[in-house]
């Protein structure tokens, strides 16, 4: 038989604990008003951003976050509200927070991880945006049928990467590998993601896309490739204030470039 994971998920029916009712529950125990997040949400699973938006006095608590694990940021970019959280790394995590990030207000997901470099696509860091991301993770598998990659939205895809063709920033784009286990990234594993052509290896593309393509949503992934999982000293090289600054301009580019524009035209469509 199939191992557990891929057996009697259903993916079809609907599941019985929802995140709207987790928050309605939540809302009730906290004693706080039913209030809409930013529609601009992103995920810092490092946390570099989050800190330097706090050090900076740019970021302030969101009062209407009702989530049990996490605490929500904003602030703000281009003339747009945006929400943050900060540390969410790993696939469950960083989907359990964004089904609550639908569920409260966000219209656009978007998660800037730090990753391993497998194929060399210049010198780190540099960011990719993942077009592709290989399931090699377990939260995935309870939002689609088993299959080798889970894919970005193909329109969302080339809408990103038209607004970050004037950035001046180092941006791919290209395929990744997720992996629920960092530590057991054996030097087989490496060959084997260098030999698919993948660019690098990270912890929440594959399950954000999964959810995102069995949902109908809007998110997008960048690798923020920073590291060759420090087999060298001096790795893990981010930039100034660890990657902060870029990134930020990063999502300036995609505030910048209509991104928002192209979500609100497919939402009245």
């Known amino acids: 038989m199939p191992p557990p994971i891929l ?10 604990f929802q995140a709207e ?6 809302r009730r125990q906290k004693g706080l008003a ?30 209407a976050w009702a989530c049990y694990h996490s605490e929500m940021f904003e602030f703000e970019r281009m003339g747009q509200r945006v929400g943050i ?8 995590y960083a989907v359990l927070l964004a089904e609550q990030m639908f569920a409260s207000g966000c219209r656009l997901l978007i998660s800037i991880t730090s990753s391993g470099q497998l194929k060399p696509l210049g010198e780190t860091p540099y960011y990719v945006l993942a077009e592709q991301a290989l399931r090699d993770e377990g ?15 193909p329109q969302l895809i080339d809408a990103a990467w038209a607004a970050l063709a004037a950035s001046g920033l180092s941006v791919h784009k290209g395929r990744t590998w997720t992996t629920d286990a960092p530590y057991r990234e054996t030097q087989a594993v490496l060959d084997e993601g260098r030999a698919l ?17 069995a949902k109908a949503l809007p998110v ?13 000293e001096v790795d893990f090289e981010k930039g100034d204030a660890h990657g902060a600054l870029d990134s930020l301009r990063l999502l300036d580019a995609l505030l910048g470039g209509g991104l ?10």
């Open 220 to 232: 997008l992934c960048f690798a923020h490739v920073t590291n060759t999982m420090a087999v060298t």
């Open 85 to 92: 959280v900060g540390n969410a790394v790993g696939a469950p």
């Open 197 to 213: 052509g993948l660019a690098a290896i990270e912890m929440e593309s594959a399950a954000l896309y999964a959810f995102a393509a």
């Open 7 to 16: 057996r009697t998920k259903h993916h079809g029916a609907p599941s019985v």
């Open 260 to 269: 928002d524009n192209l979500l609100r035209r497919r939402q009245a469509g």
């Open 21 to 26: 009712n987790l928050l309605r529950e939540a």
């Open 139 to 153: 939260t995935s598998y309870h939002y689609l049928p088993p299959a080798d990659f889970a894919a970005a939205d």
């Open 34 to 63: 039913t209030a809409e997040v930013p529609e601009i949400n992103l995920l810092d699973p490092d946390g570099d951003i989050l800190r330097y938006l706090r050090d900076s006095g740019q970021a302030k608590p969101v009062a």
